[in-house]
C-alpha cells in the first residue's frame, strides 16, 4: 500500500539501524534524503539499492509536489536524514503535513535520536522533559533564553555545535551555577562521553582542548524554593477554621493535615493563641 516512511537512522553506529527499517529502505520506491551522499554510505553495508532523491530545507516547493504526486499514484516514499529521526531538528515538516492534508498514510519507523539517547544516559528526573533544538546564536538572545528556561521544573535539553559549548555553558554558570548539567558528545560512537557536573566544572573540563565531536546538552530540573510557613500564617489558618464552627481540636487536625505540619507545632500555637 502507498505510503510515506519516516525512517529513523543511526547517530553514529552503523548497527544502530532496525530490521524494520532496512526492510522498509529495501521495499520503497523511492528514498528522499538530506544528504544522499550520506545515506549511501548506510544503503551500501546493508546492500539496498533503492533509488534516492534529496530532500532538505532548501528543495524547492516543486519538488515537494513532485513527491506528493508520486504517493497519489501509488509509490512509496522513505524519508531519512543525515542520522537520526528525521524531523527532530532536521528537514521533513512540509513534507509530513502535505501527506496529511493530502489523505496519504504515514508511518514512523522508530529509532536512534540524539537527544532520546542524551536523556536517558543524563541520570536526571525524566517523567517530564522538554526539548529546545538549536538555541540562538546571538549572545543577547541566548542569555534571555536562559532567563527564561531557568525555573522550569523539568529536565530540560538542546542541540549544541562543539565550537559553542564552552561559551554556553559560561553562560549558564552565570545564570544557572548551581545547577546539574550532562553533556553527551559523541553518543553511540567511539569517543562518547557523557560528563556530568555544574556549568563552571564542565566549562573547566572543555576548556582542556578544542571540543570536537557532536554534543546535547541536559540541564536539570529547577527545584522550587519551599516557602517557610510562620506562626501568624498557621494562626490565621486555625482562626479561619474556627470560624468555620470547627473545635479547637478539629481545626488543629484539619490545619496539620493541609499544611503537612507536625502535631506539637500546631497545638503551641493554639494554645498559645
Ligand atoms: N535528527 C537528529 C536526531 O534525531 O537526533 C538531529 C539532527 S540535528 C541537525 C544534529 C545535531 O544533533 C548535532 O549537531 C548534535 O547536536 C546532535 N547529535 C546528532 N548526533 C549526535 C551524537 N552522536 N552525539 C551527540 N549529539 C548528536
Not at 513527491?67 to 522513505?78: N, P, Q, R, T, V
Request: charged content about 35%; overall charge negative.
Amino acid at each position: 500500500m502507498t505510503k510515506l516512511y519516516i525512517v529513523s537512522t543511526p547517530i553514529g553506529n552503523m548497527e544502530d539501524i532496525t530490521l524494520r527499517a532496512l526492510r522498509v529502505l529495501k521495499e520503497v520506491d523511492l528514498i528522499l534524503c538530506e544528504d544522499t551522499r550520506v545515506t549511501h554510505k548506510l544503503l551500501v553495508k546493508y546492500n539496498i539499492d533503492t533509488k534516492t532523491s534529496s530532500y532538505h530545507k532548501f528543495t524547492d516547493p516543486k519538488k515537494l509536489d513532485e513527491f506528493i504526486d508520486m504517493l497519489k499514484e501509488g509509490k512509496s516514499l522513505a524519508l531519512v536524514s543525515d542520522a537520526g529521526t528525521p524531523l527532530i531538528s532536521d528537514p521533513g515538516d512540509s513534507l509530513v503535513s502535505r501527506a496529511i492534508e493530502e489523505g496519504i498514510d504515514i508511518e514512523a519507523i522508530p529509532g536512534p535520536c540524539a537527544v532520546v539517547t542524551a536523556l536517558t544516559l543524563s541520570g536526571f528526573d525524566l517523567r517530564e522533559f522538554a526539548f529546545f533544538g538549536f538555541l540562538p546564536k546571538k549572545t543577547s538572545e541566548l542569555k534571555a533564553f536562559f532567563e527564561s528556561k531557568k525555573t522550569l521544573e523539568l529536565t530540560w535539553a538542546f542541540y549544541e555545535s562543539p565550537n559553542r559549548l564552552v561559551d554556553t555553558l559560561k553562560i549558564i554558570d552565570e545564570i544557572m551555577p548551581d545547577r546539574e548539567i550532562c553533556v553527551g558528545r559523541e553518543l553511540t560512537k567511539l569517543f562518547e562521553e557523557t560528563p556530568r557536573g555544574k556549568a563552571r566544572e564542565l566549562v573547566d573540563y572543555f576548556s582542556q582542548k578544542p571540543v570536537k565531536g557532536e554534543i546535547v546538552v541536559v540541564v536539570d530540573k529547577s527545584t522550587p524554593l519551599v516557602k517557610e510557613i510562620t506562626d501568624d500564617e498557621i494562626l490565621d489558618c486555625l482562626k479561619k477554621n474556627i470560624d468555620r464552627g470547627m473545635s479547637k481540636k478539629d481545626a488543629v487536625k484539619e490545619v496539620m493535615k493541609d499544611l503537612d505540619l507536625p502535631k506539637n507545632r500546631v497545638y503551641k500555637i493554639m494554645l498559645n493563641a
